[in-house]
């Protein structure tokens, strides 16, 4: 079973880059039979898919964020990663990690809080 | 954007009843729909899938029905467990996935 660990730091200040990692265990990174997705939820609310990589190295962002998305891989780590630019309070919340073997998100990290705050 | 809306936000229930939970597409998903539910502190888990498949492990009592733009998450009777959040999230417009806002279901 794939399991899912986010890393990164928990404060970023306002216009900054929200950097975070996802390692994976369990299983490679490079199987095709997976792909990689990223997804936030602010306190309180609901979730919002903020977008995945595939094995390829093609990846998929949701267009309210795609202008300010980055999602890469490191197969030599067995990693993903998300980078943010520009981030207000309104980026505040938990980014979870999360992997995919048919359409949907099957397996989750735990979940990681980044609060944007100067 | 196909938008989700969850009914209703609260259902307060006992353990052994019954939980109903909708999940309306503005738009035909088709079956493309899965169920998660969240506890608090938890990550979601996925328990549905396209509508009406269990995923690996979740028990018998939970089931999805529905197609189109209508869909219904049934917990047969609850257990003290279930108590969480509940949400949909559709595939329908791939690459995009949206999520309904939830339903809680807790103790009476």
């Known amino acids: 079973q794939v399991q899912l660990q986010e890393s990164g730091p928990g404060l970023v200040k306002p216009s900054q880059t929200l950097s975070l990692t996802c390692t994976v265990s369990g299983g490679s990174i490079s199987s095709g039979s997976y792909y990689w997705s990223w997804i936030r939820q602010p306190a309180g609310k609901g979730l919002e898919w903020i977008g995945r990589i595939y094995t390829s190295g093609s990846t998929n962002y949701n267009p309210s964020l795609k202008s300010r998305v980055t999602i890469s891989v490191d197969t030599s780590k067995n990693q993903f990663s998300l980078k943010l630019s520009s981030v207000t309070a309104a980026d505040t919340a938990v980014y979870y990690c999360?992997?995919?073997?048919?359409?949907?998100?099957?397996?989750w990290g735990q979940g990681t809080l980044v609060t944007v705050s100067s | 954007e196909i938008v989700l809306t969850q009914s209703p936000a609260t259902l307060s229930l006992s353990p052994g009843e019954r939980a109903t939970l909708s999940c309306r597409a503005s738009q035909s998903v088709s079956s493309y729909l899965a169920w998660y539910q969240q506890k608090p502190g938890q990550a979601p888990r996925l328990l549905i899938y396209?509508?009406?498949n269990r995923a690996t492990g979740i028990p018998a009592r939970f089931s999805g029905s529905g197609s189109g733009t209508d869909f219904t998450l049934t917990i047969s009777s609850l257990e003290p467990e279930d108590f969480a959040v509940y949400y949909c999230?559709?595939?329908?417009?791939?690459?995009?996935?949206?999520f309904g806002q939830g339903t809680k279901v807790e103790i009476k």
């Open positions: 999230q559709q595939r329908s417009n791939w690459p995009s996935w949206t």
């Open positions: 999360a992997s995919s073997s048919g359409w949907y998100a099957d397996y």
């Open positions: 396209d509508a009406s």
